[in-house]
Each structure stands twice: as C-alpha cells, then as structure tokens.
C-alpha cells in the first residue's frame, strides 16, 4: 500500500538531513525524521472507500529545511 513510492520520499528527506548535517548518525537521521511526523489514519483514494488505514506516519520536510 504506497511503500515503494514513500521510500523514494523518504530517502530524499535523509538525503536532505545528511547534507545539512553530514556527521548525524544513522540514529540521528532516524530520530530526527521521526520527530517530524505525525500519525493519522487515511483513507486513500484509489482503494475502497470504507477502507482505512490507521497507524500512519506522515513525513512533513519544509521546502527550506
């Protein structure tokens, strides 16, 4: 359900992390990306509309971090 298209996400937003800060940890990258999500459940819109998915994580990486 929607991995390997948040896996390019994501590893665009490590991308991002390890050039401003180059010496972070695996840990650090982790704990930092992980303290800027939030968890919601969704509903998609291309699957059943009585369908949810709960225990969600959304990444949210500003356009100027």
Do not use: M
Not at 26 to 33: P, R, S
């Amino acid at each position: 359900g929607g991995t390997s298209f948040a896996s390019a996400l994501v590893s665009g937003a490590v991308a991002r992390r390890l050039q401003q800060y180059p010496t972070l940890t695996a840990a650090q990258v982790w704990t930092a990306l992980d303290t800027r999500t939030s968890q919601r459940s969704v509903t998609p819109p291309d699957f059943d509309p009585s369908a949810t998915i709960t225990n969600t994580k959304l990444l949210y990486i500003s356009a100027t971090e």
